[in-house]
């Protein structure tokens, strides 16, 4: 076994440092290997810290680059995966690079961003001491299957899962992860309280309206976004949980939230961003992160990287975010109509592998809502597809601009002045991060 | 004022890769031309309450597996009554898992068999192995209102349907019915049965047409539809079309 491990850690090794000599990145390639030739591979890494693992449909990487934060400012030394890389290969890949030749791996803490199908194959091999689960929406079906697939597979793991899950109070897909194990007393729920744009009846499109213990509807009171909100199931009681973390006084404008009584000001402002703060707060108050960490790191910390980030250019103010499924892309939505005054929106869709081949997803964003929007602009692969779905859902065709071309696209958004958002999905982001750089600081300098 | 009667049935359990969207897209074309429109909602119970002959269109999604189960019993105590409905001349779509559930039998995975609604004589077979599914883009040639005309959309099933008599059209490109298969979907006068996501009507306004029309007659108004703007759906059309490297005979459209 030993000498097994030895070599695994060896190859490893000796891959990632040819990839860095021919100056590639070591994302998931020698990960890959190893899996191939070891299925076992994680066996051979010695962790002695703790590990917490962050998984859900989306805000993975927001949630996980955040709590990172929050430990660098302890003065902890953490390894973490802020860039995504959240599969078994990516996790291994990230682990080669921080280990010695014995496989060692140390820092205080490991904070990993971890894909949902991978949790059961990653951490049935590593011993997680806390999981973070924060959402499942519907999301690239046909590379995924259905969610409640994806549910069942994180609920298989949970069964036998002792450490801390710290679960998603206000999400019924989440919530019953609690149920899973009856012997873990480590299980501890957040919620968020009703924010002014809560509805009473279902907005966008939900999964897990149906009661996961005994199939009956679920009852809301109402929801936040989506199916995230105060539901109770009729039949049996499910979703009657008491609060490990709870945001009060949600407001948006300042932006504040209080919790345990103390206000705490934001960077951000929509509600599925004070959803993924208090995933964090939860983690924070589990490992005894000081108060003046907290404040500072919820006021200024931010993640950018295509996720709410902020563009300037000459006037005109862009909020560019990452949609990679109807929920996201309804949070965007949301924000959009939830701003006052006129704007104008860039919408770029992909159909890449990785964003999944199918793009009839986009028929589950709540268009008709739209709210002062004066200009939409379309681009990427499936320009034409957005632009389609959001005609049919009663918008003036003749305000409809189609540039399939992202330089072509961002030129057009900015021949007017004034606020913008833009919307992107997964390989459509970076792509659209590098576009609005070269059109704002000009060509010379680009840089994405 | 002519007026469209929909029953949308299941819309809270049957909506799975964005199906709902047909009805908004059928809607979006009947307002542009000052056609009434009201869809009716159908959920689980209503069944002894609802008079499905009194619709001109009854539209079934596609639906994940855990709700399909949910709702199987109830649309088998709603059979006599679509089946009636459908003889009169009801227009009904289906799409993917609303498609099964109107044969013979749906024989699930793990080799369960759920009985149809046996409106028609085909059946589902899904293979036993989950991760075998057709997925991905589908061009299917269909003669509809008299006119071949290529419809464009996105399958995802691993349910294989056989014994169709009439299918909707002959697969230009991926699977169709089942692996490889020559043919996708059931087709009559009143009937649209397809795995077709996409939605199904995004990408083929002609299509949507058909149905309206359909509708339409049944209330004696056999005027022509007046034309769209469809511009942005032709473009799309063409992209996917170019592709695939299906644009070689398009020029008719």
Partial sequence: MFIINFFTILIGKILSGLLHLLGKNAGNLPGLVLWTINKNCLKAFKIDCPIIAVTGTNGKTSVTNFIAEMFRKEGKNI?????????????????????????????????????????????SKLKLETLVVLNFFRDQLDRNGEVETLILKVNKFCETFEGNLILNGDDPNVARLGLANPNNKNVRYFTVDKYD??????????????????????????????????????????????????????????????????????????????????????VAKLYGISEETQRSVFENF????????????????????????????????????????????????????????????????????????????TSGRRAYDIAVRIKCSGYDPDKIVVRPDLDDAVKELFSTTGRKFAVANYTAVQPTRAALNRFINGKENANG | ??????????????????????????????????????????????????????????????????????????????????????????????????????????????????????????????????????????????????????????????????????????????????????SEGYFEKNVIATYLHGPLLSKNPKVSDYIISYCLSRGGNIRPLEPLNDTLEEKCREVMLERLALLGSVKSE
């Fill in chain 1, 79 to 123: 390894i973490t995966n802020p860039e995504g890389n959240n599969l078994d290969t990516g996790i291994t890949s990230l682990l080669l690079n921080h280990c010695t030749m014995g496989g060692r791996v140390k820092a205080d803490y490991l904070i990993l961003e971890t894909d949902e199908s991978h949790v059961p194959v990653v951490y």
């Fill in chain 1, 197 to 282: 744009f809560a509805t009473d009846t279902l907005h966008e499109a939900g999964e897990g309206r149906f009661c996961p213990r005994c199939g009956k509807a679920l009852r809301y009171d109402y929801y936040q976004y989506s199916h995230i909100g105060r539901f109770e199931c009729p039949g049996c009681g499910y979703g009657k949980n008491s609060y490990y973390s709870r945001f009060t006084s949600v407001d948006l404008e300042k932006p504040s939230f209080t919790a345990d009584g103390k206000e705490f000001t934001t960077a951000g402002n929509s509600i599925y961003y004070m959803y993924n703060l208090c995933a964090v707060y939860s």
């Fill in chain 1, 302 to 377: 931010k993640v950018n990287n295509g996720r709410m980030e902020q563009f300037e250019y000459k006037g005109s103010s862009l909020v560019l975010n990452l949609a990679k499924n109807p929920v996201g892309a309804n949070m965007t939505v949301r924000a959009l109509n939830e701003t006052k005054g006129d704007k104008e929106l860039l919408f770029v869709l992909n159909d890449n592998l990785a964003d999944g081949h199918d793009v009839s997803w986009i028929w589950d964003i709540n268009f008709s809502v739209f709210n002062n929007v004066t200009r939409v602009v």
């Fill in chain 2, 1 to 182: 004022m002519a007026k469209l009667r929909i029953l949308h049935m299941y819309p809270d359990m049957l909506d799975l890769y964005g199906d709902s969207g047909n009805m908004e897209i059928i809607s979006y074309r009947c307002k542009k031309r000052g056609i009434d429109v009201s869809i009716d909602k159908y959920s689980l119970g209503q069944g002894s309450s609802t008079d499905f002959t009194s619709y001109d269109l009854i539209y079934l999604g596609g639906g994940a597996d855990f709700e399909q189960q949910l709702l199987a019993d109830d649309l088998l105590s709603c059979r006599d009554n679509i089946m009636e409905a459908y003889k009169k001349g009801t227009f009904i779509l289906m799409i993917c898992g609303g498609y099964q559930l109107m044969g013979q039998y749906y024989k699930d995975s793990n080799g369960k068999k759920i009985p149809g609604l046996g409106l028609f004589d085909y059946y589902t077979v899904a293979s036993t192995d989950k991760s075998k599914r057709c997925i991905g883009n589908i061009v299917i040639e269909t003669e509809i209102g008299g006119e071949k005309y290529k419809v464009i959309g996105f399958e995802n099933h691993g349910g294989m349907t056989e014994n169709v008599a009439s299918p909707f059209g002959t697969v230009l490109f991926g699977n169709g019915n089942s692996f490889g298969s020559k």
